[in-house]
Every structure is written in structure tokens, then in C-alpha cells.
């Protein structure tokens, strides 16, 4: 059964600091062919098309596109800082195996 990706309070609260919803912008979770496990996330602020799936939470979005959905079901969007640095991060247990990068993925 696929369930929508969960978006965590770490990750709303970042893109409130970051002031997206106030520019009219959403966090995109995109999956594309390529990267060196097979499949590479995309992750950037965009602005939320017609078709997406919207997740709210804290007055800020994450929009998923219809295509990535299926390869996000039941994962978990995280926004994490560590000493490399400050990032959206996704836990996806959809993912057979994963690079070092964390980008890129395979199914």
C-alpha cells in the first residue's frame, strides 16, 4: 500500500526560517533517472503546479509531482545538520541501496 511521504517538524521549521511560503515557493521533492545508483533525488524550491501532492505543515508546503510519488511512498523528509553541512534529507524505504552523496539511490 503506498502512503504518502511524511514531512518532519525539523524540515516545515527550516523552510519557515528560510521564508519560502513568503516567496510563494514550496520544497520540491523530485525523483530523475541518473546519479550513480540509478536514481537521484532533486530537491529545490519551486513554485506548486496543479497536479502535485501537497503536504502542509506549519504554514509552509512540500509538493511531490505525480511521477516521483510512487518512489517516495512512506519516506520521510528531514531536514538535518551535521558538519557537512545543512540539509533536506530523505529516508526512503523504498531504496534497495544509496551512495554516499545521499542523493542518489537505487530500487
Known amino acids: 500500500m503506498q502512503l504518502p511521504p511524511k514531512v ?5 521549521a527550516r523552510l519557515a526560517e ?3 511560503s513568503d516567496q510563494g515557493q514550496a520544497l520540491r521533492i523530485a525523483v530523475e533517472g541518473g546519479g550513480c ?4 533525488y532533486e530537491i529545490k524550491l519551486d513554485a506548486p503546479a496543479s497536479d502535485d501532492l501537497i503536504l502542509e505543515g506549519n504554514g509552509e508546503k512540500v509538493v511531490v509531482d505525480e ?4 518512489f517516495l511512498s512512506n519516506a520521510v523528509i528531514d ?3 551535521e558538519l557537512i553541512g545543512a540539509r ?8 534497495t541501496s544509496a551512495c554516499g552523496c545521499g542523493t542518489s539511490f537505487s530500487m
Not at 37 to 40: A, K, N, P, R, Y
Open 8 to 12: 518532519t517538524e525539523r524540515a516545515f
Open 18 to 20: 528560510i521564508g519560502a
Open 37 to 40: 545508483s540509478g536514481f537521484q
Open 67 to 70: 511521477v516521483s510519488l510512487p
Open 79 to 81: 531536514f538535518t545538520e
Open 88 to 95: 533536506f534529507v530523505i529516508e526512503n524505504p523504498n531504496a
